[in-house]
């Protein structure tokens, strides 16, 4: 099996004022989620332990949102209100970045798997673990 291409993706909210980048394979493995909030944005989950995020810009622009368990941090722009990363209540310590946000120029695929997320406790073994 050949070795996958790791890169830095750069990406950011509409209006360009939170920007960030992350460490993931050049050809991405995507969540298409159904549940409530994901299929209503349309968000595309690339998941991603903590260590591989970092925010470069809009730290200030950020407003939070909480719901249900309050254990999910949901990040918006307070000005274009993109939403495009959060901490998951999956995976509480790493992120899930929407692909949908990345900037196009470092990825060379994208594979689409669907996640029943209206039900994700009963799904949880699906998703990929954080651990190295």
Excluded at 34 to 45: E, K
Aim: hydrophobic fraction near 35%.
């Amino acid at each position: 099996m050949s070795e996958k291409t790791w890169v830095t993706h750069e990406g950011g909210c509409h209006c360009g004022r939170v920007r960030f980048e992350v460490e993931a394979p050049a050809d991405l493995e995507l969540l298409e989620c159904n549940c409530s909030i994901c299929s209503r944005v349309g968000y595309l989950h690339l998941i991603v332990a903590r260590s591989e995020f970092r925010l470069l810009s809009g730290e200030e622009a950020l407003t939070h949102y909480h719901f249900n368990t309050g254990t999910a941090q949901h990040f918006f722009c307070s000005v274009c209100g993109v939403k495009s990363f959060y901490v998951p209540r999956s995976h509480p310590s790493g992120y899930s970045v929407n692909a949908r946000c990345l900037d196009p120029v470092t990825i060379e695929s994208r594979k689409l798997t669907q996640f029943d997320g209206s039900d994700w406790e009963a799904h949880i073994e699906t998703l990929p673990s954080l651990d190295p």
